[in-house]
């Protein structure tokens, strides 16, 4: 079961929004309880804007930072090697590896949970619900992908 979002009906658990900035342009993806993928296109629109803020990476692992998101005490990284996800509950503190079967990719974002996690290749967008430990592939694919976030 997914969570966050648009509720679907009341009882049931909410729908995950992932916004995929690409190619042809800006879309929300919406996750539904039983699997399915809506997209949905957003001609004219645009990614909100979030901070990256390289520093919070230690500095061991800039020289092959792609991208980075904060959100409270969580930080992740995503970096051009495998795997290519680091997480850090603490601030920076201290770092676990995440997505061991997933490729290098383009843009990383944390939801409003620590346990949402976004990741995207230029064509290919990966969701992990659980803080990074297991990833789902979405059967969505966009050419060109650059931004990934949450709605």
Known sequence: MVSTGHEDSPGEVET???L???ASGLHAIEIHND???V???RPGARMPPRDREPDLAP????SSLTDVDAHGSTVVLLLERRPPVLVSYDGGASW???AAGVSPGVAIAL???PDHVAMATTSRLYVSLDGGQFWRSLDTELDGITDVGWE
């Open 16 to 18: 995950l929004v992932v």
């Open 20 to 22: 995929v900035d690409s």
């Open 35 to 37: 699997g399915r993928e």
């Open 39 to 41: 997209v949905d296109a």
């Open 59 to 62: 500095q061991w692992a800039r």
């Open 96 to 98: 676990l590896e995440r």
């Open 111 to 113: 939801g409003n949970s």
